[in-house]
């Protein structure tokens, strides 16, 4: 394995900090809520340290979400989180300058640590974690509609288990909040399970976020995985003997799609008549669906012709038509926005591969399809 593939993706990246935040919040709770007997200053600090890093774990989960949703509800209700976390940190801030803590942070009584809230800090609090939790679920409902060759029945399950946790993470933090302070006993008790609950929680959602194609992609990581996965396929249409067919198909998507003769053979001939024939062939990018499979797949697609010494019609002059064409399932598309991109890609791969012997490898075309999706997303 190369030193390249072992490179962590800016996903990855994302993903480690905020298990780290997350990890960081669960421990800042231990000095408190085991009464361990450290200077005052050092808990209270640890303790507005690990608030923040929660506030700032939730506000760019929604984040996530914002980014992860084509719907426009979802995309509103993750904005409103954003904002509510991002007010709740301005008052944990404004709080500093309080000691003891006045909206929300820590007080000593009778030698023991006790949490203290005033109710325009819980609101907020409560606002950015009901919001969160809405978001989540209307992007799971999302994510379900899917083709399952894109989202594995797999990652579902870890999903639908992570959520229901931090459900159950988050009630039990709710319930910590309202309880009296007369019971810090039962304060401690469920303040530590909702951190156990929300810890699991976090690496339940970021295992499957790191297989989760659409975060992969909105957060700009390599396209390659999606390639070498085949959740986006590739396909080489020459005008052959036979027809239009399908010189070189991206074996593994096609596998995935487990897609018959007859379909390949229709959609070869839609992708070259899209084009245009003969006298009316044209070199241009264009977008047509992908026909008869019930997924919702687009193809993303450039005509052209390229010299092939083995052309015996008269009519090309040894300059054949061809279609490359990228399949994107419907909900990436989305993020598809530099689409006249791919003509500048494949001019390169034309001038280095001259002949349509050498381009047509699938070697060749796998990474020439990685190159292009790269530069359109």
């Known amino acids: 394995m190369s030193a390249r593939s072992l490179a962590p993706t800016r996903g990855h990246l994302i993903v480690i900090t905020m298990i780290s935040l997350g990890v960081f919040w669960a421990l800042s709770g231990i000095p408190w809520l085991f009464n361990l007997p450290l200077n005052e200053k050092f808990v ?14 939730m506000a760019s989960w929604a984040y996530l979400n914002y980014q992860f949703s084509s719907r426009r509800v979802t995309r ?12 709740a940190i301005g008052i944990r801030i404004i709080d500093l300058q309080n000691n003891p803590a006045k ?10 640590w006790v949490p203290i809230t005033h109710p325009v800090a819980g609101i907020l609090i409560m606002a950015g974690i009901f919001t969160l939790l809405l978001s989540l679920f209307l992007v799971n409902q999302e994510l379900k509609k899917l083709p399952t060759y894109v989202y594995s029945d797999r990652v579902r399950r870890i999903n639908d288990v992570a959520f229901w946790l931090l459900v159950l993470a988050y009630t039990l933090n709710f319930v910590s909040l309202v309880i009296p302070n007369q019971s810090p ?10 951190r156990a609950l929300i810890l699991s929680s976090l690496s339940l959602y970021f295992v499957e976020l790191l297989q989760n194609p ?12 999606l390639v070498k996965d085949g959740i986006v396929g590739w396909g080489l249409v020459t005008f052959g003997k036979m027809g239009p067919q399908f010189s070189h198909i991206s074996r593994r998507w096609q596998e995935k799609l487990q897609l018959n003769q007859r379909i390949i053979v229709m959609n070869a001939s839609a ?32 005509s052209f012709r390229h010299y092939d010494p083995n052309c015996d019609d008269a009519r090309f002059e040894n300059k054949i038509p061809v ?3 990228l399949f994107i399932p419907l909900h990436l598309m989305r993020m598809v926005s530099h689409i006249l991109r791919v003509e500048k890609v494949i001019s390169k791969y034309r001038r280095q591969y001259v002949t349509l012997e050498a381009l047509s490898r699938d070697l060749v075309l796998e990474k020439m399809a990685i190159d292009i999706l790269n530069a359109i997303l």
């Open 76 to 87: 509103i209700i993750s904005l409103l989180s954003i904002i509510a976390n991002s007010m």
């Open 214 to 225: 659409i975060f992969i992609t909105s957060v700009g990581s390599n396209g390659q995985c």
């Open 271 to 302: 992708l070259l008549i899209a084009a245009g024939l003969g006298d009316n062939f044209r070199e241009y990018e264009y977008i047509i669906p992908f026909q008869g499979i019930n997924s919702k797949i687009v193809s993303v697609c450039y």
């Open 44 to 57: 209270t600090s640890f303790s507005n340290l690990g608030v923040f890093a929660a506030f700032i774990v």
């Open 103 to 112: 909206y929300y942070g820590l007080v000593k009584k009778e030698g023991k």
């Open 323 to 325: 279609v490359f064409s």
């Open 185 to 194: 006993l039962l304060i401690e008790t469920f303040s530590l399970a909702s």
